[in-house]
Protein backbone atom coordinates (compact mmCIF):
# COMPACT_ATOMS: atom_id res chain seq x y z
CA UNK A 1 0.00 0.00 0.00
CA UNK A 2 3.06 2.41 1.01
CA UNK A 3 4.35 1.93 -2.72
CA UNK A 4 1.21 2.47 -4.28
CA UNK A 5 1.18 5.78 -2.47
CA UNK A 6 4.99 6.63 -3.72
CA UNK A 7 3.96 5.02 -7.47
CA UNK A 8 0.54 7.62 -7.29
CA UNK A 9 3.00 10.38 -6.10
CA UNK A 10 5.57 10.05 -8.59
CA UNK A 11 3.69 9.13 -11.64
CA UNK A 12 4.14 11.57 -14.44
CA UNK A 13 1.24 12.73 -16.49
CA UNK A 14 2.08 12.47 -20.27
CA UNK A 15 -0.60 12.01 -22.92
CA UNK A 16 -0.32 8.29 -23.00
CA UNK A 17 -0.28 7.85 -26.59
CA UNK A 18 2.26 10.35 -27.10
CA UNK A 19 4.33 8.59 -24.14
CA UNK A 20 4.12 5.21 -25.48
CA UNK A 21 5.12 6.41 -28.96
CA UNK A 22 8.51 7.82 -27.25
CA UNK A 23 9.09 4.28 -25.87
CA UNK A 24 8.60 3.04 -29.16
CA UNK A 25 10.99 5.31 -30.71
CA UNK A 26 13.37 5.20 -28.21
CA UNK A 27 14.03 1.32 -28.30
CA UNK A 28 13.89 2.26 -32.29
CA UNK A 29 16.45 4.56 -31.82
CA UNK A 30 18.32 1.97 -30.06
CA UNK A 31 18.48 -0.45 -32.38
CA UNK A 32 18.72 1.28 -35.64
CA UNK A 33 21.80 3.39 -33.92
CA UNK A 34 23.11 1.81 -30.94
CA UNK A 35 22.81 4.65 -29.21
CA UNK A 36 21.24 5.68 -25.84
CA UNK A 37 18.00 6.58 -25.07
CA UNK A 38 16.73 10.09 -25.35
CA UNK A 39 18.56 11.93 -22.90
CA UNK A 40 15.93 14.63 -22.58
CA UNK A 41 12.28 14.56 -24.16
CA UNK A 42 9.11 16.81 -24.23
CA UNK A 43 6.11 14.80 -24.35
CA UNK A 44 2.67 17.17 -25.83
CA UNK A 45 -0.47 15.97 -27.01
CA UNK A 46 -0.11 18.09 -30.35
CA UNK A 47 3.73 17.14 -30.98
CA UNK A 48 6.79 15.88 -29.00
CA UNK A 49 10.34 15.96 -28.96
CA UNK A 50 13.54 13.81 -28.20
CA UNK A 51 16.81 14.62 -27.95
CA UNK A 52 19.80 11.85 -28.18
CA UNK A 53 23.67 11.61 -28.19
CA UNK A 54 24.72 11.40 -31.52
CA UNK A 55 27.27 12.73 -34.10
CA UNK A 56 25.13 14.35 -36.92
CA UNK A 57 21.86 14.51 -38.49
CA UNK A 58 19.16 11.66 -40.13
CA UNK A 59 19.46 11.51 -43.57
CA UNK A 60 15.84 11.61 -45.31
CA UNK A 61 16.38 7.78 -46.26
CA UNK A 62 16.79 7.28 -41.64
CA UNK A 63 14.06 9.56 -41.39
CA UNK A 64 11.76 7.38 -43.51
CA UNK A 65 12.80 4.20 -41.47
CA UNK A 66 12.66 5.35 -38.03
CA UNK A 67 8.85 6.32 -39.25
CA UNK A 68 8.02 2.71 -41.02
CA UNK A 69 9.55 0.83 -38.01
CA UNK A 70 7.82 2.88 -35.32
CA UNK A 71 4.46 2.33 -37.34
CA UNK A 72 5.16 -1.25 -37.82
CA UNK A 73 5.52 -1.49 -33.95
CA UNK A 74 2.22 0.50 -33.35
CA UNK A 75 0.71 -1.32 -36.07
CA UNK A 76 1.19 -4.53 -34.12
CA UNK A 77 -1.08 -3.96 -31.83
CA UNK A 78 0.90 -4.95 -29.06
CA UNK A 79 -0.45 -4.72 -25.24
CA UNK A 80 1.70 -2.37 -22.79
CA UNK A 81 2.03 -4.20 -19.78
CA UNK A 82 3.75 -3.27 -16.35
CA UNK A 83 5.91 -4.91 -13.90
CA UNK A 84 6.94 -4.35 -10.23
CA UNK A 85 10.70 -5.45 -9.51
CA UNK A 86 12.95 -4.57 -6.43
CA UNK A 87 15.58 -1.98 -7.18
CA UNK A 88 18.25 -4.14 -6.78
CA UNK A 89 16.91 -6.10 -9.67
CA UNK A 90 16.17 -2.86 -11.64
CA UNK A 91 19.89 -1.78 -11.51
CA UNK A 92 21.16 -5.23 -12.75
CA UNK A 93 18.55 -4.51 -16.17
CA UNK A 94 18.02 -1.17 -16.50
CA UNK A 95 19.95 2.33 -16.25
CA UNK A 96 18.16 3.59 -13.49
CA UNK A 97 19.64 7.45 -14.22
CA UNK A 98 16.21 9.48 -15.06
CA UNK A 99 14.31 7.88 -12.20
CA UNK A 100 13.50 10.36 -9.88
CA UNK A 101 15.15 9.14 -6.75
CA UNK A 102 11.47 9.07 -4.40
CA UNK A 103 10.66 6.24 -7.11
CA UNK A 104 11.59 3.85 -4.16
CA UNK A 105 12.53 0.15 -3.70
CA UNK A 106 10.22 -1.31 -6.37
CA UNK A 107 10.33 -0.27 -9.92
CA UNK A 108 7.87 -0.25 -12.19
CA UNK A 109 9.32 -1.52 -15.35
CA UNK A 110 6.56 -0.32 -18.61
CA UNK A 111 6.88 -3.19 -21.62
CA UNK A 112 5.39 -2.81 -25.34
CA UNK A 113 4.96 -6.07 -26.12
CA UNK A 114 8.59 -7.92 -26.69
CA UNK A 115 9.73 -4.76 -28.51
CA UNK A 116 10.85 -2.68 -25.39
CA UNK A 117 11.13 -2.88 -21.63
CA UNK A 118 12.38 0.23 -19.79
CA UNK A 119 11.87 1.55 -16.26
CA UNK A 120 9.45 4.64 -15.87
CA UNK A 121 6.51 6.60 -13.76
CA UNK A 122 4.51 7.76 -17.05
CA UNK A 123 0.87 6.79 -17.94
CA UNK A 124 0.30 4.72 -20.83
CA UNK A 125 -1.93 3.11 -23.35
CA UNK A 126 -2.79 -0.61 -22.62
CA UNK A 127 -2.64 -1.53 -26.81
CA UNK A 128 -0.41 0.24 -29.39
CA UNK A 129 -3.59 0.13 -30.97
CA UNK A 130 -5.09 3.18 -29.14
CA UNK A 131 -1.46 4.94 -30.63
CA UNK A 132 -2.29 6.57 -34.31
CA UNK A 133 -0.09 6.86 -37.02
CA UNK A 134 3.56 8.51 -36.12
CA UNK A 135 5.36 11.19 -38.13
CA UNK A 136 8.79 13.00 -37.39
CA UNK A 137 7.72 16.34 -38.09
CA UNK A 138 11.54 17.64 -38.57
CA UNK A 139 14.59 16.77 -37.52
CA UNK A 140 18.02 18.86 -36.33
CA UNK A 141 21.50 18.58 -35.15
CA UNK A 142 23.76 20.73 -32.69
CA UNK A 143 26.88 20.54 -30.15
CA UNK A 144 26.35 16.14 -29.99
CA UNK A 145 22.46 16.07 -29.73
CA UNK A 146 20.13 14.90 -32.75
CA UNK A 147 16.61 16.87 -31.93
CA UNK A 148 13.90 14.59 -33.27
CA UNK A 149 10.11 16.24 -33.13
CA UNK A 150 7.19 14.02 -33.79
CA UNK A 151 3.58 13.72 -33.66
CA UNK A 152 0.67 11.45 -34.32
CA UNK A 153 -2.27 11.32 -36.41
CA UNK A 154 -5.26 9.46 -36.11
Known amino acids: MEQDNVLNKTKKSY ?3 MHSTE ?3 NQTMVRMFNCDRSVRNHIEKKKSKCDYRFDRNL ?3 EINTIENKVNDVISQHLSVTELMISRTEAQKR ?3 SKLPDEAGDIIRIISIGDYDA ?3 IGVHVSNTSEIGKFKIISTDYAEGILRI ?3 LEQ
Open 15 to 17: YEP
Open 23 to 25: HIL
Open 59 to 61: IPE
Open 94 to 96: FNL
Open 118 to 120: CPC
Open 149 to 151: RYK
